[in-house]
């Protein structure tokens, strides 16, 4: 009780910068393309020039004028994917989250994806350094079985080339999907090292890195492509499961980001095959 005492208490904290840091993009199909219909953001958030590609579909990039997260920093981030477009989200480098002296960080992310849509987000690891406290809640909502979700995540350990592995005091990270409404995948992943055995069994054992990813039910069953592609990694190990609506979660675990990284686009590159089929 202790740990949830203080995390809702940080929280609830006054961001001491006096805003929160907002970053939102609504992506429409138009004559055959992916644009973007609406853009806003605030400080220290901008974005660039969208990369257009040849099928129609986009990918953005969200640029940060900040070195990372740090303590007292509250964002929110929304994306929205409309009818039938492709939209792909894209990190310009590794999320860092920065030594705190107490206190928290908070992110808070929602999403929704239409009918037809697909909705790629591939942002790059995190890295939360010794002494840091983060939070984050993503809600991301489906219109139905034809909206198709890929979703990506890799933790890092710490900064291990500077032996901080598990030297952060908090991280976690609870992600909601709906689809019609309905409740089809729940992940509560929170860490604290002081009070877990992160190197124990059925924890990090003994890897550095972890990727969670998930894929939707509209992509088809990806299972045993995904372990062909896994069992052909010398580097990592991970697993496949098949959700009750017909999801997958893929987890993967290892002992550099870069393996990770790409082992994750392997699976979106079959995740997209299966899309255009």
């Known amino acids: 009780m202790r740990g949830r005492t203080e995390k809702m208490t940080e929280k609830q904290m006054v961001n001491q910068f006096g805003k929160v840091?907002?970053?939102?993009?609504?992506?429409?199909?138009?004559?055959g393309r992916t644009i973007l219909s609406d853009v806003s953001f605030t400080a220290p958030y901008k974005l660039m020039a969208p990369f257009e590609k040849p099928d129609g579909r986009i990918q953005i990039m969200p640029l940060c004028a900040s070195a990372g997260?740090?303590?007292?920093?509250?964002?929110?981030?929304?994306?929205?994917?409309?009818?039938?477009?492709?939209?792909?989200i894209l990190s310009q480098s590794f999320e860092k989250i920065h030594k705190m002296d107490g206190g928290a960080a908070y992110r808070h992310i929602r999403a929704r994806v239409e009918k037809g849509a697909s909705l790629y987000c591939c942002p790059q690891p995190v890295i939360p350094f010794a002494g840091s406290a983060y939070d984050s809640e993503t809600e991301i909502y489906l219109a139905d079985k034809s909206a198709r979700l890929f979703w990506l995540e890799i933790i890092c350990s710490g900064r291990v080339a500077h032996d901080e592995q598990f030297a952060f005091r908090r991280f976690s990270s609870l992600v909601r999907i709906y689809r019609e409404g309905k409740?089809?995948?729940?992940?509560?992943?929170?860490?604290?090292?002081?009070?877990?055995?992160?190197?124990?069994?059925?924890?990090?054992?003994?890897?550095?890195?972890?990727?969670?990813?998930?894929?939707?039910?509209?992509?088809?069953?990806?299972?045993?492509?995904?372990?062909?592609?896994?069992?052909?990694?010398?580097?990592?190990?991970?697993?496949?499961?098949?959700?009750?609506?017909?999801?997958?979660?893929?987890?993967?675990?290892?002992?550099?980001?870069?393996?990770?990284?790409?082992?994750?686009?392997?699976?979106?590159?079959?995740?997209?095959?299966?899309?255009a089929c």
């Open 21 to 31: 840091s907002r970053f939102a993009v609504h992506a429409q199909k138009r004559e």
């Open 183 to 275: 409740l089809i995948y729940r992940d509560n992943t929170c860490y604290e090292p002081d009070r877990m055995p992160m190197r124990g069994l059925g924890m990090f054992e003994s890897c550095t890195h972890l990727a969670n990813i998930f894929l939707s039910a509209s992509f088809g069953d990806l299972r045993e492509p995904i372990w062909d592609l896994l069992e052909k990694e010398t580097e990592c190990e991970g697993g496949v499961t098949l959700l009750p609506g017909e999801d997958l979660a893929v987890r993967i675990f290892g002992n550099r980001a870069q393996t990770l990284e790409k082992a994750a686009e392997r699976i979106k590159g079959l995740a997209r095959t299966c899309a």
């Open 69 to 88: 997260i740090m303590r007292g920093d509250r964002q929110e981030f929304s994306y929205e994917a409309g009818e039938g477009a492709d939209l792909e």
